[in-house]
């Protein structure tokens, strides 16, 4: 098998990792709760990690991996899923939870931007790292370093995305919800 192909497998089992993963998160909160919160910090660790390499592998394969087109919507399902047990396990009121989700799959519906999506899951992993802090501080901390470990790797990436990800929303706000194109008159 080539090298490139190799690579290419390699992120697609691992987007299908993350995605098993989002399923063990959603039943650590369904059947332990706040006991799970450990193991819950385990595999949203792994998740993230996965994250990182599914998308370095894919891009050294040079090609379009089968799963590549799903990537984003398993990032989606593994941070709805963390929400999912961050309610399930009493750290998020339900009320709460269901009027954010609700919120949020109506602007979403309604713009249909990935940077929008982005704006909803970016709260959920920030109060899913606070919590880790306060409850798992261990774990929390190895994460944190290594994600300061990869924004230092990866700086010039990072950089792009957010600078895309902020002007995307800029032209958002001015054009209220519709970025107008070059047939839009």
């Known amino acids: 098998m080539r090298k490139e192909t190799l690579y290419a497998?390699?992120?697609?089992?691992?987007?299908l990792f993350r995605a098993f993963t989002g399923v063990a998160i959603l039943y650590e909160g369904?059947?332990?709760g706040r006991n799970g919160?450990?193991?819950?910090?385990?595999?949203?660790?792994?998740?993230?990690?996965a994250d990182a390499l599914d998308g370095t592998l894919a891009r050294r394969s040079g090609k379009k991996t089968k799963l590549g087109r799903y990537d984003f919507l398993v990032d989606?399902?593994?941070?709805?899923?963390?929400?999912g047990y961050l309610t399930m396990a009493?750290?998020?009121?339900?009320t709460w939870a269901v009027v954010y989700t609700l919120a949020a799959m109506l602007i979403i519906a309604l713009?249909?931007?990935?940077?929008?999506?982005i704006v909803f899951m970016r709260p959920i992993d920030?109060?899913?790292?606070?919590?880790?802090f306060r409850y798992v501080p261990e774990l929390a901390l190895l994460f944190g370093l290594w994600l300061v470990g990869l924004g230092i790797v990866?700086?010039?990436?990072v950089k792009t995305r957010v600078r895309t990800w902020i002007r995307e929303l800029i032209l958002l706000a001015r054009y209220r919800g519709h970025i107008p194109t070059g047939d839009d008159g």
């Open 9 to 15: 497998y390699g992120a697609d089992v691992l987007t």
């Open 30 to 32: 369904w059947r332990y």
């Open 37 to 49: 919160v450990h193991q819950v910090a385990v595999y949203v660790i792994l998740g993230w990690i």
């Open 76 to 83: 989606v399902f593994l941070t709805w899923a963390t929400f």
């Open 90 to 94: 009493g750290y998020i009121p339900w």
């Open 111 to 117: 713009v249909q931007r990935k940077s929008v999506v």
């Open 126 to 132: 920030v109060t899913t790292g606070l919590i880790a």
């Open 154 to 157: 990866r700086w010039r990436r």
